[in-house]
């Protein structure tokens, strides 16, 4: 029997200056549902919405400078970046682009499998938008892929 994780819910907290502009990239447009809102003194806001299965991604500087690499071409990541897991990479593009979010890099094809792209979006976030093109099952039988354990 596996045991009860010790976390329940990865959440990331990111301060923006255009919430607004922040708030309807993020829900309206990349379509991230809107799970509770609060709002405090002082004009205080936050919103939190899900985001699907969240996992922490940690990756040494040959890595990040190797992802950076593959999808850009160039280093251009600070420290962290959000990627999402998407449906369709081109399309997802096209609809962030059209409200306000700079393409840093094309949809690229990785070698691990995935349809990455990588834009600037509202609230001075460096994103990731991705497709998988495999199964894990697929992926695990590439070289270089596996779980570490």
Same mark, same amino acid.
């Given at each position: 029997?596996?045991?009860?994780?010790?976390?329940?819910?990865?959440?990331?907290?990111?301060?923006?200056?255009?919430?607004?502009?922040?708030?309807?990239?993020?829900?309206?447009?990349?379509?991230?549902?809107? %799970?509770?809102?609060?709002? *405090?003194?002082? *004009?205080?806001?936050?919103?939190?919405?899900?985001?699907?299965?969240?996992?922490?991604?940690?990756?040494?500087?040959?890595?990040?400078?190797?992802? #950076?690499?593959?999808?850009?071409?160039? %280093?251009?990541?600070?420290?962290?970046?959000?990627?999402?897991?998407? #449906? #369709?990479?081109?399309?997802?593009?096209?609809?962030?682009?059209?409200?306000?979010?700079?393409?840093?890099?094309?949809?690229?094809?990785?070698?691990?499998?995935?349809?990455?792209?990588?834009?600037?979006?509202?609230?001075?976030?460096?994103?990731?938008?991705?497709?998988?093109?495999?199964?894990?099952?697929?992926?695990?039988?590439?070289? *270089?892929?596996?779980?570490?354990?």
């Amino acid at each position: 029997m596996t045991a009860e994780p010790a976390v329940k819910q990865l959440r990331l907290v990111v301060e923006a200056e255009d919430y607004e502009a922040a708030v309807a990239f993020f829900r309206d447009v990349l379509g991230l549902p809107e %799970q509770a809102a609060f709002s *405090g003194g002082d *004009g205080a806001e936050v919103v939190i919405l899900e985001a699907g299965r969240a996992t922490l991604e940690i990756a040494n500087p040959a890595q990040k400078r190797m992802i #950076d690499e593959v999808e850009v071409g160039r %280093q251009v990541a600070p420290k962290f970046r959000v990627a999402f897991e998407v #449906d #369709d990479t081109r399309e997802t593009v096209d609809r962030l682009k059209s409200a306000g979010a700079d393409e840093v890099a094309p949809p690229t094809v990785t070698p691990w499998q995935s349809l990455n792209a990588r834009l600037d979006a509202p609230g001075g976030m460096h994103i990731t938008v991705f497709q998988e093109l495999r199964t894990l099952e697929e992926r695990e039988a590439l070289d *270089g892929f596996g779980t570490g354990t």
